[in-house]
């Protein structure tokens, strides 16, 4: 079986320039990150917030710990002094929570708002129609975000073997992006980032402009949940 060092080293050598990995190691052990970082890895993405919390301090600190998945407003408060980067912010509830959270400690935070592109209506997010509407950015201006700054979109496609459709997810997930960064956030130089692509379906969401991958099982193995 190939050592995580190897994994890692299999998916980087394949990145363009400029995308970066996000080691999702949720449900695994301190050891394996460990692993993974003494082979070279600084980000790490957890998807509970007492997970991240109890990890953090038994790692270097040099470690970029990044929350990948669906945060519950009460949750906000326990991942603040840790937390780099939030991927999946899906309301604009959320995202003043998180902003007041951020201030109570006197910090500013990353964030991603989720966009959902998936035919699946597990998932969560915002709609694209949501995000270029002039409404929804208005709130955005409304709310007067001065410790939180939103970095870009993350997003998640449908869980399917059909290539197509995958790709035709990321597509619109890009041009989201895109629209956005011409647009609504022309000239902030924080939105920058895409991320989307996981174990499955990263080459496709590299092909279509990710910036940055959220990869678990084709770095760590199957979790043990
Ligand atoms: C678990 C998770 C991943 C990683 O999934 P793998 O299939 O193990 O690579 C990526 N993104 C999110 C949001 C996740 O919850």
Same mark, same amino acid.
């Given at each position: 079986?190939?050592? #995580?060092?190897?994994?890692?080293?299999?998916?980087?050598?394949?990145?363009p320039?400029g995308v %970066?990995?996000?080691?999702?190691?949720?449900?695994?052990?301190?050891?394996?990150?460990?692993?993974?970082? &003494?082979?070279?890895?600084?980000?790490?993405?957890?998807? %509970?917030?007492?997970?991240?919390?109890?990890?953090?301090?038994?790692?270097? =600190? =040099?470690?970029?710990?990044?929350?990948?998945?669906?945060?519950?407003?009460?949750?906000?408060?326990?991942?603040?002094?840790?937390?780099?980067? #939030?991927?999946? #912010?899906?309301?604009?509830?959320?995202?003043?929570?998180?902003?007041?959270?951020?201030?109570?400690?006197?910090?500013?935070?990353?964030?991603?708002?989720?966009?959902?592109?998936?035919?699946?209506?597990?998932?969560?997010?915002?709609?694209?129609?949501?995000?270029?509407?002039?409404?929804?950015? %208005?709130?955005?201006?409304?709310?007067?975000?001065?410790?939180?700054?939103?970095?870009?979109l993350?997003?998640?496609?449908?869980?399917?073997?059909?290539?197509?459709?995958?790709?035709?997810?990321f597509g619109?997930a890009r041009s989201?992006f895109d629209?956005?960064?011409?647009?609504?956030?022309?000239?902030? &130089?924080?939105?920058?980032?895409l991320?989307m692509g996981?174990?499955?379906?990263?080459?496709i969401a590299v092909d279509q402009g990710s910036t940055?991958? %959220? #990869?678990?099982? &084709?770095?760590?193995?199957?979790?043990?949940?």
């Amino acid at each position: 079986m190939p050592s #995580i060092q190897q994994n890692i080293e299999l998916v980087t050598s394949q990145l363009p320039k400029g995308v %970066r990995l996000v080691a999702v190691s949720k449900y695994h052990p301190v050891e394996k990150l460990q692993e993974a970082y &003494d082979a070279g890895q600084r980000i790490f993405g957890e998807s %509970r917030a007492q997970e991240l919390v109890s990890k953090c301090p038994q790692l270097p =600190d =040099d470690i970029e710990w990044h929350f990948i998945g669906h945060l519950q407003t009460n949750k906000a408060r326990m991942i603040m002094p840790n937390v780099t980067l #939030i991927h999946a #912010i899906d309301s604009i509830k959320l995202l003043k929570v998180v902003n007041k959270e951020a201030a109570r400690i006197g910090r500013t935070v990353d964030t991603l708002l989720q966009l959902h592109v998936a035919q699946e209506t597990t998932k969560s997010g915002f709609t694209v129609d949501e995000l270029l509407k002039a409404e929804t950015l %208005r709130q955005l201006d409304d709310l007067d975000l001065g410790n939180v700054r939103i970095g870009g979109l993350m997003a998640m496609a449908t869980n399917t073997s059909d290539h197509a459709q995958v790709a035709k997810e990321f597509g619109i997930a890009r041009s989201t992006f895109d629209a956005l960064k011409a647009g609504y956030f022309a000239g902030n &130089d924080y939105f920058k980032e895409l991320s989307m692509g996981m174990s499955h379906d990263w080459r496709i969401a590299v092909d279509q402009g990710s910036t940055m991958i %959220r #990869i678990g099982t &084709d770095l760590f193995g199957e979790r043990e949940y």
